[in-house]
């Protein structure tokens, strides 16, 4: 059983984080994508009962980890190792998007989990779904832009460095927040498991402009996730 943790105190002030008890402030928008791989994909089918009304549940799971960097949790000493991954399909009306959610999922009888829920189009999950039952994906990585902080002290990190993604606190100070995305890039083969290269150093021109249009980019898309989610919820509903 869980125990009850201490209240921490948590302030956002002008896109920066601070915690109470974690030294440095944190940031987000740094114009960097998340790297995830996953393997052991398996497809689940059913249906689920909800306001009445039946639906298709059908649903493809895996186990992910992160390609170099590594997620945290801010105020939290834990790192995740596998991530729980599931595929959901979106409804036609979002077929442009595909979106990502990461967050811990907390257990009462168990150390809980990180989780990664991405959402895509009806006619990318069927691609998919057709592979798995082929044995032609065995396989899957995505990229994704996130709502993830990091640490200041890291904003500036050349995109060939490791970089600590880390998950917000709720305003509770004692519970972490989901964290959402959007998928840039989601791929899949029969290949064998394998760490993939870190994405190559640019020169020292070539991440400035690609810094400063992430973190132009990144407001905007921060507003259309937000917009999107919420019609997930209610189309959920």
Known sequence: MNESRPMRGVSVTDGRMTVEGVAGRFVQGIGRHLRLSASDLR?????ASQDGRL???ARIVGRAHLLSDSL?????????????????????????????????????????????DAFVAPVVFDA???????????????????????????R????????????????DGQTSAPARGLVDTLDWDA???ETLAAEPVADEEQDTTADQLG???????????????????IALK
Do not use: C, Y
Not at 98 to 106: H, N, P, V
């Open 55 to 57: 639906r298709e549940d």
């Open 72 to 116: 945290r949790r801010a105020g939290f000493d834990d790192e995740a190792g596998a991530i729980a991954l599931t595929i959901r399909p979106l409804s036609a009306s979002n077929e442009a998007r595909m979106l990502l959610m990461l967050g811990f999922r907390e257990a009462d009888d168990a150390d809980g989990e990180f989780f990664a």
């Open 43 to 47: 497809l689940i089918g059913g249906f």
């Open 215 to 233: 973190r132009i980019n990144w407001s905007l898309k921060q507003l259309l996730l937000i917009l999107v989610f919420l019609m997930i919820i």
């Open 128 to 154: 998919l779904k057709g592979d798995m039952l082929s044995g032609a994906a065995q396989r899957l990585s995505l990229s994704a832009t996130t709502s993830l902080w990091v640490r200041e002290a890291e």
């Open 191 to 193: 290949g064998p498991i």
């Open 156 to 171: 500036e990190a050349a995109s060939g460095v490791p970089l600590t993604w880390h998950l917000g606190l709720d305003s």
